[in-house]
């Protein structure tokens, strides 16, 4: 996520827009706000059942429930939580950027820390995150706001602990700038990460890294440039490997929008997004063929698609 003046005029919740992305080769997705607005939300997952996304402004979790059309508060204090992500027993991890640290939440319980530092200096403020078959959270560790106290930007992997152990920090890299949204593949053989800076001369785009059998990084692949533009904030998995994410925005470029990239980079879809600027998006309902979309503007959008979600467990 990044800062951005709050809009103030909102249509009732239920309307709905027909957009149709020029590189569309399919059927055009409509969005229905369902939720909000509230200040700016980030970071929804399907559970099951529902949709949870993080209030960062409120430092609330909160959940839509798309039987009812409800949307509650799930956890009512967060260290400023914005990714979330399901662990291997169902757990919700959070990154929580105000906190400096990665955490597992439950209602009405303490949260407990993953990692809060690095080589004895405090992260700088965890963004988003991705969780692997062995139950490894993946994430990003941007310096937004100037909160970062570590000289550096980076991607880690905290690796699971055994009983008794405590879990393990590993930078993976400190080349980008700003990384943000963080995917793997469905082999989990590579590693895609978007760097989320943008402005002249600056780089702005999605990339991937091959995985090592060691687990280490192999050389950067750019997959897409966005130039000057903004880039993308989160994306989600298909179950065919296509990338989903958000990026643009209403000041330059195509405009605010939803794009579907191909494992090697190349936009098969572009969908126009109704608020300028879509934070984070993920792929759920019975069938996992709706997107669930936060934005800036503090609200969440749905719309069906004729893709469906990856589930990785």
């Known amino acids: 996520m990044e800062p ?18 020029k590189n569309d080769h399919s ?4 969005f229905e706000r369902v939720a909000g607005p509230f200040r700016a ?8 059942d529902a949709v949870r996304f993080t209030e960062i402004t409120e430092h609330q979790v909160l959940e839509y429930d798309p039987e009812t059309g409800e949307t509650g508060v799930y956890i009512d204090s967060t260290a400023g939580a914005v990714g979330l ?4 027993g169902g757990e919700l991890y959070a990154c929580e950027a105000e906190g400096h640290r990665i955490a597992a939440l439950a209602p009405d319980e303490p949260a407990s820390v993953v990692v809060d530092e690095f080589e004895g200096t405090p992260l700088n403020g965890p963004n988003d995150l991705e969780i692997d078959r062995d139950g490894d959270v993946w994430f990003t560790d941007p310096d937004d706001k100037d909160r970062g106290l570590l000289g550096h930007t980076s991607v880690f992997r905290a690796e699971r602990p055994d009983p008794g152990d405590d879990w393990r920090l590993v930078q993976l890299t400190d080349e980008m700038d700003r990384p943000n949204g963080i ?3 469905p082999d989990e053989t590579r590693l895609y990460v978007a760097e989320c800076t943008y402005g002249p ?5 999605l990339r991937a890294y091959p995985i090592r059998d060691d687990g280490s990084l192999g050389p950067r ?5 966005f130039g000057d533009h903004r880039g993308i904030d989160g994306m989600t998995l298909t179950a065919s490997g296509e990338i989903v994410a958000c990026a643009g925005w209403e000041k330059s470029g195509p405009g ?10 190349e936009v098969l879809e572009r969908h126009p997004f109704p608020e300028n600027r879509p934070t984070n998006c993920t792929l759920g309902g019975p069938d996992g063929s709706t997107l669930y979309v936060a934005d800036m503007t503090g609200c969440l959008y749905a719309a069906e698609t004729d893709r469906s979600a990856y589930v990785r467990f």
């Not at 939300?41 to 099951?48: D, R, S, V």
Request: charge should be negative.
């Open 4 to 21: 951005n003046d709050r809009a103030t005029d909102f249509e009732p919740v239920g309307r709905r827009l027909s957009l149709r992305g």
């Open 27 to 30: 059927m055009a997705w409509e």
């Open 41 to 48: 939300t980030e970071g929804p997952i399907w559970t099951g």
């Open 85 to 88: 992500h399901e662990g291997l």
């Open 183 to 185: 995917l793997l593949s």
């Open 201 to 205: 001369d600056q780089e702005t785009d």
């Open 221 to 225: 692949e750019i997959l897409h440039d």
């Open 256 to 265: 605010p929008s939803i794009y579907v990239f191909s494992p090697s980079g």
